[in-house]
């Protein structure tokens, strides 16, 4: 297949781009002694996996069990998963994980580390447990050093488990709070007798001020390795670093100032952005995609020096990448004149 | 598989509410006179359009040509595409399909028509041909009479096509104006001996004013059957007509005022409704989902008199339902104690 003959709409990454994000971003962490462990929701591949390890990356986090179940298959040995596992049938799942890999957990309440104590109970081959503390993005985590210094006795307490440390999911551009939360956690644990040995920070946006918060002992970016406009708006890098753009076809040109692709939110996502409109179109910069219904993008040309014909395809960057990953079966890589169609094996695992 | 063993997030469907919703609709349709071609986007499963013909729906819309093939290949002979249909692949498949069933498909430049007539040459198996109209919806149509009289006549001209009639996708809540300007554009084509063997509207928040578009030949209603928040706030039934939910459990009680569930905009999908927030939780009424992350549902429950337990299953009516049967490989179909799994067949199906 040549890059011509890539039906729309598809998703089409630039491999070039890819390698450039990783390799900036292990840059960065090998000059500022940072660990990276990076998050898979952005490609859901097990070859950029892969990648992101042989790199630098001391292993991977994936948010979901079945996420970490296709990258276990494709070979891939320390896999973090930062949720709250709940229920018998995914603790079923994870004590199959924890069989064959390295695999943490996180947990925040009682309740999460009564179900991990229940289900496992081998003191020779303990499961890892990492409590989730909130520092300022009000989603999990505990809200005080009390609440997380109880969680961790009560980890700890647990024969078949052991406690690893502690994560967050970090507010935007808080570095310095972030740090000094982390390190008044880090020293109540210790007072307690319980350090930790991970601390675990995370996010693409601040990636690279993550060597700011010298309390976290490694970091778990996700979207910089395709980037998009969400990000080039927060500040990490341009929208010349976005590796991933959905391939569409103009379908329509009803009035002189607007046309129409065949991608729609089935293929972008309703996902905002600081930026206006739902995605960036590379060859038409002054075009704005006003809305989205599911396989239709309105898009504003008023503004444009010249416009794209019928029939013309036309790449868009979108809002939010890791959510148009999880909407394709398969993604178009492209390298030159070569282009590659890989299946994305962790495509739409929720559970 | 009983109920509670279903793992979350996962669709949930209660047949017993998709049953009422399409007896209803139908009986309106019947009542007055309309044709239904129901719009399978909202849904993706055979068996539904199956019984959605079984009840008088003259055929089926989809939206892409992929939907179309996985319907056909199901059984069904009577589909729409209200669709510009463009470029070499897309032509040999729309050809292939041409060849087994009924299909009829949209235009609304002479692009796509030139495109059309030049793959389809056989006068003895003509393609049906629609010309999409804008009444006011601002996407894809032309707009005015002379620009489709123009292209009736192309269609009309080229020996391969036949000139079917036109199409709408109209704005909400504008019968009376969207009426007119189909008998006009109908007078238009008769003054011009192109007279108009279908015109299709569609929608389904005014579907219980469909037929006050007296102009119409057919209506393709598409989210009537589940029905989701963003119909019940624009007047479709209520929330109690809702007929798929995303069955979550709490997975994180961080503050007494806030939940986490384990659904996110993975499984909700970013739409916005006119309602606030993010869906609505059946057993919790006061709860609001005030922010989506792709594997979190951050749920505000300070206006609840009683709040649920971490690891309870919750019940979310999406803001927008067909975008959440695209998320989903497979659904429940819940009909009393009794749990079927179904594969969601069209799922995923851009081009």
């Given at each position: 297949?040549?890059?011509?003959?890539?039906?729309?709409?598809?998703?089409?990454?630039?491999t070039a781009r890819v390698e450039a994000n990783l390799a900036r971003a292990q840059a960065y962490a090998d000059a500022h002694g940072l660990t990276l462990r990076p998050h898979i929701k952005t490609h859901k591949l097990p070859m950029w996996a892969k990648r992101q390890l042989e790199l630098g990356a001391v292993g991977i986090t994936c948010q979901k069990l079945g996420e970490a179940e296709v990258m276990a298959d494709s070979g891939i040995t320390d896999i973090f998963i930062p949720y709250n596992i709940l229920g018998a049938a995914k603790l079923e799942r994870l004590a199959a994980l924890h069989d064959r890999i390295t695999v943490a957990v996180a947990a925040d309440s009682d309740v999460t580390v009564a179900g991990y104590a229940a289900r496992f109970t081998d003191p020779a081959h303990p499961l890892p447990v990492v409590v989730e503390c909130d520092t300022g993005a009000a989603r999990c985590g505990v809200a005080t050093t009390d609440e997380l210094v109880a969680l961790a006795h009560a980890i700890e307490a647990a024969p078949g488990l052991t406690f690893e440390g502690i994560?967050?999911?970090p507010p935007r551009g808080r570095m310095a709070e972030v740090n000094a939360m982390l390190g008044e956690a880090k020293a109540a644990l210790v007072a307690a007798g319980l350090p930790p040995r991970r601390i675990s920070n995370g996010g693409s946006p601040d990636l690279y001020h993550a060597a700011e918060v010298t309390n976290a002992t490694e970091h778990r970016p996700?979207?910089?390795?395709?980037?998009d406009r969400m990000q080039a708006a927060f500040g990490l890098g341009t929208l010349d670093d976005c590796a991933l753009t959905v391939l569409t076809t103009v379908v329509s040109h009803p009035t002189p100032g607007r046309i129409v692709l065949d991608a729609g939110s089935k293929a972008l996502a309703a996902d905002t952005s600081p930026a206006p409109g739902h995605g960036d179109i590379v060859e038409y910069p002054g075009a704005v995609i006003t809305g989205l219904s599911e396989e239709h993008a309105v898009?504003?040309?008023?503004?444009?020096?010249?416009?794209?014909?019928?029939?013309?395809?036309?790449?868009?960057?979108?809002?939010?990448?890791?959510?148009?990953?999880n909407l394709f079966d398969v993604v178009h890589l492209v390298s030159g004149d070569e282009v590659t169609v890989v299946p994305v094996a962790a495509r739409g695992l929720l559970a």
């Open positions: 297949m040549t890059r011509d003959e890539i039906d729309t709409p598809a998703v089409v990454i630039d994560m967050t999911y996700g979207t910089y390795i395709y980037s898009v504003d040309v008023s503004a444009c020096d010249r416009i794209p014909a019928i029939g013309e395809k036309v790449r868009v960057i979108p809002n939010h990448v890791c959510v148009v990953s």
